[in-house]
């Protein structure tokens, strides 16, 4: 996968979030995404990662993704 296609899809669900997204070893299946969101900075830890994996599932159940890192930012 590649960074743009979670930009992508991070972005039609959040049209506001300002995301910074690195490919953390080189494969295209592990991720590690930097996002300011207003309705994602208001949730808990737990529920902003549970609310991007989710918009991975597929991905994920295929084995095509392995790994998403979330973290808040303010930029």
Known sequence: MKAEE???RILQA??????A???SNGNGDHFEI?????AINKL?????HQTI???FDPEFK?????ALSVKPVEF
């Open 53 to 55: 994996l989710k918009l």
């Open 62 to 66: 295929s084995g095509e993704l392995h």
């Open 6 to 8: 979670l930009e992508h």
């Open 44 to 48: 808990s830890r737990i529920q902003r």
């Open 21 to 23: 997204i690195f490919d």
């Open 14 to 19: 959040y049209p506001d979030a300002q995301l």
């Open 34 to 38: 930097r996002i300011s969101s207003e």
